[in-house]
C-alpha cells in the first residue's frame, strides 16, 4: 500500500520558517520523483518543488525560488521541504505527492496529472 505522510505545517508570521516532511512508503520512494503541491482557497492546485530522489535533482516554481529549498533523507524515504521568508501569499493546504510516470521530464513540470499518489495535506497559514 502507497502511503505518503506530511509533517511540519503551522501558523507563522511573514519572514518566518517552516520545515515539511513527507515520508514515503519505500518502493514509491525509490528512484521516482515526488513532489511538494500546494492549493489555496478558490486556487488552483499549484506545483511547488519536486525532487527525483535516484539523483537528487530539484525543481521549483518561479514563486518560491530562492525561498524554499527541496531535500532528500533516502534512509529515512522522506522528503524536505525547507521554506524561509514566508510570505502571506504562501498560505495553503500543501501535499506531497509521488509521480506515476517514469518520463524524466514530469519532475521538472510539476503537473498534478502525473503524480498519483497524494499525501493528506498540511496546512501552511503565513500571517502579515
Known amino acids: 500500500q502507497v502511503q505518503l505522510v506530511e509533517s511540519g505545517g503551522g501558523s507563522v508570521q511573514a519572514g518566518g520558517s517552516l520545515r515539511l516532511s513527507c515520508t514515503v512508503s519505500a518502493y514509491t520512494y525509490r528512484g521516482n520523483c515526488i513532489g511538494w503541491f500546494r492549493q489555496a482557497p478558490g486556487k488552483e492546485r499549484e506545483g511547488v518543488s519536486a525532487i527525483y530522489t535516484g539523483g537528487g535533482s530539484a525543481y521549483y516554481a518561479d514563486s518560491v525560488k530562492e525561498r524554499f529549498t527541496i531535500s532528500q533523507d533516502n534512509a529515512k524515504n522522506t522528503v524536505y521541504l525547507q521554506m524561509s521568508s514566508l510570505k502571506p501569499e504562501d498560505t495553503a493546504m500543501y501535499y506531497c505527492?509521488?509521480?506515476?510516470?517514469?518520463?524524466?521530464?514530469?519532475?521538472?513540470?510539476?503537473?498534478?496529472?502525473?503524480?498519483?499518489?497524494w499525501g493528506q495535506g498540511t496546512q501552511v497559514t503565513v500571517s502579515s
Open positions: 505527492a509521488a509521480a506515476i510516470t517514469s518520463w524524466g521530464g514530469a519532475c521538472a513540470r510539476m503537473a498534478s496529472r502525473d503524480f498519483g499518489y
